[in-house]
């Protein structure tokens, strides 16, 4: 995601009447960004199942 729309964000004021549509069309943007990547890559950025162990 680019820089420009986390700037347009935090120059909004949180009383402005856009910043609940920039938020909208920012998770919609991610979300399609997410559908885009292949599946090789999300396979290979997943996080690790971490198992809790004993104290010693």
């Known amino acids: 995601m680019n820089d420009n729309f986390y700037e347009e964000l935090h120059n909004l004021k949180h009383e402005d009447e856009m910043r609940p549509k ?31 162990s004993r104290w010693k």
């Open 22 to 52: 920039v938020l909208m069309q920012g998770i919609k943007r991610i979300l399609e960004e997410k559908k885009e990547e292949s599946l090789l890559k999300r396979w290979l950025q997943r996080k690790k199942k971490i198992e809790p």
